[in-house]
């Protein structure tokens, strides 16, 4: 198996059918037999799982998997849905995100030629309703940039482009799944920034400047709600600390194992009072 496709969910039930569709029709020759989709369906409470044994309980190229119990973050769903996966490379893909077929073509090549352990991509931006907000996420002049990982981290941001994981192509042999299980102990929120940083900070890396998927704004962007007070009442600490206390006590692992040092956090943060780092 060259490609497992994995995909965390939650009562996504209808897109998550879409979009499981589309990429199994999508699939170029390079990874039309190479691959496999994993769903790790997180205990939904609508109808998602009567929609997945439906559409694709007979389908030989989709495991649908389970945890043992509900988990409270997207980030853990991934972590248990990677653990299910068998193929060479990993792209994890968000429920509600759409890909783009042509880019889907350059990944079965770059899959393929096999120099790279780690690929991001591009991606465009939509509403949650499908209305294109951005043409490209990441403004880029170059069709690919091969560089070490943390000085694209350095230039992009360490948040910014990473936190959308469903541009996120990778090596399975150097995904430490006991790492990214250590990491979320300390925090939670966008913990799968820190394991790839981790893990892949040395390995063969690029950014290829096209856009693998339409990346769908969350709801709770576009209405208002208290999902984030959730959040934090969950996690037990106050709004703000999921974003400041929870990323310096992720920067203190990197720096722990000399994968960056602590100066480091000056040179990704964005001051600009309305973004994050």
């Known amino acids: 198996m060259l490609l497992s496709v994995c995909i965390p969910t939650y009562n996504r039930g209808p897109l998550l059918s879409v979009l499981?569709?589309?990429?199994?029709?999508?699939?170029?020759?390079?990874?039309?037999?190479?691959?496999?989709?994993?769903?790790?369906d997180n205990h939904s409470t609508d109808t998602t799982a009567g929609i997945l044994f439906a559409e694709f309980g007979d389908e030989p190229r989709v495991r649908i998997c389970r945890?043992?119990?509900?988990l409270p973050t997207a980030e853990e769903n991934l972590c248990f849905a990677l653990s299910h996966c068998e193929g060479e490379f990993v792209w994890t893909l968000g429920d509600d995100d759409g890909v783009e077929p042509e880019t889907l073509a350059r990944l079965g090549d770059l899959l393929v030629a096999n120099q790279h352990d780690f690929l991001l991509f591009n991606s465009r931006s939509v509403s949650?309703?499908?209305?294109?907000?951005?043409?490209?996420?990441?403004?880029?002049?170059?069709?690919?940039?091969d560089m070490p990982l943390l000085d694209f981290v350095r230039i992009s941001?360490?948040?910014?482009?990473?936190?959308?994981?469903?541009?996120?192509?990778?090596?399975?042999?150097?995904?430490?799944?006991?790492?990214f299980h250590q990491i979320l102990s300390i925090g939670r929120i966008y913990s799968h920034v820190?394991?790839?940083?981790?893990?892949?900070?040395?390995?063969r890396f690029a950014f290829v400047n096209a856009p693998l998927v339409n990346y769908r704004e969350n709801l709770y962007v576009t209405v208002?709600?208290?999902?984030?007070?959730?959040?934090?009442?969950r996690e037990n600490t106050f709004l703000g600390g999921l974003w400041s206390t929870g990323f310096l006590r992720l920067i203190d692992r990197?720096?722990?194992?000399?994968?960056?040092?602590?100066?480091?956090i000056r040179e990704v943060v964005d001051r600009s009072p309305t973004q994050r780092y």
């Open 194 to 203: 820190v394991w790839l940083i981790e893990c892949y900070h040395d390995r």
């Open 20 to 40: 499981v569709r589309s990429v199994l029709e999508q699939l170029p020759d390079t990874l039309a037999r190479v691959t496999e989709i994993v769903i790790s």
């Open 224 to 233: 208002s709600t208290d999902h984030w007070e959730k959040v934090s009442a």
């Open 254 to 264: 990197l720096a722990e194992r000399g994968i960056v040092t602590r100066s480091f």
């Open 157 to 179: 941001g360490f948040w910014f482009t990473m936190a959308g994981f469903s541009m996120s192509v990778f090596g399975r042999s150097c995904a430490d799944l006991d790492a």
């Open 67 to 70: 945890p043992e119990r509900h």
């Open 128 to 145: 949650y309703h499908g209305v294109l907000k951005l043409q490209v996420q990441v403004p880029c002049l170059g069709p690919r940039l």
